[in-house]
C-alpha cells in the first residue's frame, strides 16, 4: 500500500516545496524581512525598514529659476560686454598725434612742367626721395612702390593716388636724365627735380635727410648721395598721413593707403569670445587685486 500510495506522496511534497519557495521569495522581496546580525538569520518585522537616504529629487523650481536667472545674466553680461569692446577696437586711432610734415614746394616734372604742392590738392599723394644714380637702395625701393600700385590697381594708381620720386641730386639728375630713369619703373610715376634751392625747400619741409658721400676729388660727377629712405602718404588737403620705411613690404603699405583712400573697404576688426574671456579677467584681476 505504501509502495501504491509513493507517486501520490511524492507530489504533495513537490508541490509543498513548491508553495514554501514561493513563499520564501515574496518575503525576501517584502521590505517586511530583517536581517537580525545579533542572531544571524532573517526575521519578519510588521513594520517596514527606514531608508536612509532621502526620496526628494536634488532638481527643484527653485533651482532651475535659479539656473535661469545666472544663465541669463552670464548672456547678457557677454554681449554688453562683446559690444563694449567692438566699439572700443574701432574706435581706436592708431596714433596720438601726426608729426608737422608738409609745406608749400616748387618743383619740375621730367617733361619741363613746373608742379606745386597746391596742383596735388584733391589727391593722395606718394612721396619718395632719392636720386637716380643711386646703386640700390632707390631701385628696390621704386619696385616696390610699383608692386603697390599694382596692388591698388589702376582706379587708384594715375587716378586718386599720385606718386612721386623728387631727385636729391638736382646736379647729376637733369630732365633727360629723369626720362631715362622713369623707363625702368611703373608707369604711373613721376620724376620731379629743380633747383638746389627748391629742392632744399622740399626736403626741409618733410625733413629728408641727404647728404653727399664718397666725392671724388677728381671728378665733380662721381659722388653717392646718403639720404634718408622714407615713403611719405600725404592727403587730399596737403596733409601728412603716414609714411613707411624700407622694412614695410608691399602688400601692407597697399592696405595702408587703401585704407586712408576707401575707408569702406577695410572690414570692422572682429570681437571674439577669447576677448570677451580676456577681458573678463582682467576685470576680475583688479577686483581681487586692487592697486594700493
Known sequence: QV?????????????TTHLSMFAFRRAVRSPALVLDRARGRLTFSSTPPTSRYSPTSPVTWASLAISAVLGTGCVAYYQIEKDRLQTQVTSKQKTVGKPSLGGP?????????????????????????????????????????????????????????????????????????LRAYASDF????????????????????????????????????????????VIYLIGPTGEFLDFFTSSVTAQDIAKRIQAYVDPSSVPAPVVTAMDVWRSTLAKLGKVLRPET
Not at 509502495?3 to 508541490?15: G, K, N, Q
Not at 608707369?187 to 629743380?194: A, N, Q, V
Request: glycine fraction near 6%.
Open 3 to 15: 509502495d501504491a500510495h509513493t507517486p501520490h506522496l511524492r507530489a504533495c511534497v513537490s508541490r
Open 105 to 177: 614746394w616748387t618743383l619740375v616734372q621730367s617733361d619741363g612742367k613746373p608742379i606745386t604742392d597746391a596742383s596735388l590738392r584733391g589727391k593722395f599723394v606718394l612721396f619718395y626721395f632719392g636720386f637716380t644714380r643711386c646703386p640700390d637702395i632707390c631701385p628696390s625701393e621704386l619696385v616696390k612702390v610699383g608692386k603697390v600700385l599694382d596692388l591698388l590697381g589702376k582706379e587708384v594708381a594715375g587716378n586718386s593716388l599720385q606718386t612721386l620720386f623728387v631727385s636729391v641730386d638736382p646736379q647729376r639728375d637733369t630732365l633727360q636724365q
Open 186 to 229: 611703373h608707369p604711373s610715376m613721376r620724376y620731379l627735380t629743380g633747383t638746389k634751392e627748391q629742392i632744399a625747400e622740399a626736403t626741409k619741409a618733410y625733413r629728408v635727410y641727404f647728404i653727399k658721400a664718397n666725392e671724388n676729388e677728381n671728378d665733380d660727377e662721381d659722388y653717392l648721395v646718403d639720404h634718408s629712405t
